[in-house]
């Protein structure tokens, strides 16, 4: 029985092994960065779930809402999709400006997060300053 234990720490370290060196090839995603507008279909989806919850409440299945909205989707004329084709250019045109001002904030040299990331770590500082008198006051009191 002893050698069936010392067989399973060896098999998780070499699982453990192979995920980090796989982690450390993919770059970091900037969190400030915009996020992609959504495309005609989505823009479309976000409707149709909304009227198709309704119409099937006791549905909890995401794939037969996807595949409901797709087969809507195939099925609408040119006419009927131009809303949503007109509200995800709206979308991407705005993300346009979005990224455009992102791109310059990085190419001055910031991170583009501004000032926001500063004051967030001098919150972060302030909380763990107030954690460390709250603690010492709650020692005090079990005494």
């Known amino acids: 029985m002893g050698k069936s234990r010392a067989a399973a720490p ?6 453990l092994k192979t995920k980090s060196s796989g982690a450390s090839k993919k770059a970091a995603k900037d969190p400030n960065k915009p996020k992609r507008p959504a495309s005609a279909f989505f823009v479309f989806m976000e409707d149709f779930r909304v009227k198709f919850k309704k119409d099937h409440p ?7 809402v996807g595949k ?5 989707w ?3 004329s040119e ?4 809303p949503y084709i007109a509200k995800a250019e709206k979308r991407k045109a705005e993300y ?12 001055e040299g910031g991170n583009g997060a501004d000032d926001e990331e500063s004051d967030k770590s001098k919150s972060e500082v302030q909380n763990e300053d107030e954690d460390d008198d709250e ?3 709650e020692e005090d009191d079990d005494e």
């Open 135 to 137: 603690s010492g006051e």
């Open 68 to 72: 409901a909205g797709g087969d809507k």
């Open 58 to 64: 006791n549905n909890k299945s995401v794939a037969a």
């Open 79 to 82: 006419a009927e999709k131009a």
């Open 10 to 15: 060896k098999k998780a370290d070499a699982k």
């Open 96 to 107: 346009t400006k979005t990224m455009n001002a992102y791109n310059k904030r990085i190419a």
């Open 74 to 76: 195939k099925s609408l």
